[in-house]
T-cell receptor, first 113, second 111 residues
Framework: NAGVTQTPKFRVLKTGQSMTLLCAQDMNHEYMYWYRQDPGMGLRLIHY???????AKGEVPDGYNVSRLKKQNFLLGLESAAPSQTSVYFC????????????FGPGTRLTVT | SQQGEEDPQALSIQEGENATMNCSYKTSINNLQWYRQNSGRGLVHLIL?????REKHSGRLRVTLDTSKKSSSLLITASRAADTASYFCATDEWGNTPLVFGKGTRLSVIA
């Protein structure tokens, strides 16, 4: 099993450009999450999904959109990238929330110039 | 947000010593989890402790939870250079809420 995979691993964008980050999991998990990690800030939840076709806002959702059209995929979109969105983005999945562990992808390092 | 706060922010020890990291949180929790992150990698789950538990062990890891003090500690015994990583606590509240992560403790184990 591949677990949780993320595409791409690295990306450089210019301010105002758009892009989509793809997360895929092969564990049949209902729950999927997108986090960003900035130096000294830990992980902050951007959006999450509790099942196919559902999405919900996390702690820092502004400037991002998500979609969960298929159970195994969770897409994170930046419509108009800003330098403040320079970060490392992690996707995770879990069977349920709280009392189940989350499985993390390897991360996507995004730089917006 | 009831983000956990780890203490210390950074810790440097010699191989073979024990490492203790603490996590404090603000409100009542359902579960508390500890994760490890090696440099440049995703987080890896270490251990979960429920609010009605006081202590759990997993190999060289020992986690305690004191709900009256709203704090948890992670002890790594007989540390190895491979334990060098950042360690995060994460909590969830009752009612199927997402995990909220702390800012982490950066552990360096010197051979």
């Amino acid at each position: 099993n591949a677990g949780v995979t993320q595409t791409p691993k690295f990306r450089v964008l210019k301010t105002g450009q758009s892009m989509t980050l793809l997360c895929a999991q092969d564990m049949n998990h209902e729950y999927m999450y997108w986090y960003r990690q900035d130096p000294g800030m830990g992980l902050r939840l951007i959006h999450y999904s509790v099942g196919e076709g559902t999405t919900a806002k996390g702690e820092v959702p502004d400037g991002y959109n998500v979609s969960r059209l298929k159970k195994q995929n969770f897409l994170l979109g930046l419509e108009s990238a800003a330098p403040s969105q320079t970060s490392v983005y992690f996707c995770a999945s879990s069977y349920s929330q709280g009392n189940y562990e989350q499985y993390f992808g390897p991360g996507t390092r995004l730089t917006v110039t | 947000s009831q983000q956990g706060e780890e203490d210390p922010q950074a810790l440097s020890i010699q191989e073979g010593e024990n490492a203790t990291m603490n996590c404090s949180y603000k409100t009542s929790i359902n579960n508390l989890q500890w994760y490890r992150q090696n440099s440049g990698r995703g987080l890896v789950h270490l251990i979960l402790i429920r609010s009605n538990e006081r202590e759990k062990h997993s190999g060289r890891l020992r986690v305690t939870l004191d709900t009256s003090k709203k704090s948890s500690s992670l002890l790594i015994t007989a540390s190895r250079a491979a334990d060098t990583a950042s360690y995060f606590c994460a909590t969830d509240e009752w009612g199927n809420t997402p995990l909220v992560f702390g800012k982490g403790t950066r552990l360096s184990v010197i051979a």
